[in-house]
């Protein structure tokens, strides 16, 4: 049972975060002395606080003695960028998962890499099991296949020269240049399809999206013997496409 007493809080937090508070007010950077009188922080405590920020990268120290915010920061607003990215895209999402009884895939080609950036499923749409990351199987899977077919030329090689075409399923393309053939005679472009190649008993669809100017791949995943929907789903993909990418387009 509760006791009326407020939350329990840990005050060394609370006391970095204000001390990072501090520190980001100056521009210039502030010496420990003068972010102890401002933070009310004993010196001893405010000196042993900055060494500790300034080891995981929150706040560096100047040559003068002066502190500025470090570059951790950097990362956690990008990181929290992409997630107001993820929050704004996610209703498309679950409209086309509810929409096709699919799972709603996302995927964002960075670093060289496919990668997965949200999957959204459920109950009556299952995801398909990934059994081998994403990353290793661009060959074998629409949202893979959907990425490699838009990017250059130089981009594709790249790719390739540094995945190797594993046989997934019997059905899986593992010869290259019947692959870059198959990506450059699709009849459904822009949709790409994987027809069992990645999984067994399971064929997704994809189309590409942007993130400004970073590529991706929007894709659901069925039934292989639902198979005779796949042009109701293309359908339904292009314009819940257009909606994710001006989503993802939008300035924060």
Known sequence: MGNGEGPTLITSVQRAFRLMEAVGAHEGGAPAKQLARETGLALATTYHLLRTLAHDGYVRKLEDGGFVLGDRLDTLHAGGRGQALLNRVRPALTALRDDLSAA???????????????????PRAPRVDLWVGFEDAGHATALGKCVLRELDDEARDDYLSRHPLADLTPRTITARAQLLRALDTLPTAPAVTDMEEYALGTFCVAVPVYSGQILGSLGVSLRADRVSRIDEVRNRLLPAASRVTRGLSLTI
């Open 104 to 122: 709603a895939y996302l995927t964002f080609y960075e670093d060289g890499e496919i990668r997965v950036a949200e999957i959204v499923d459920g």
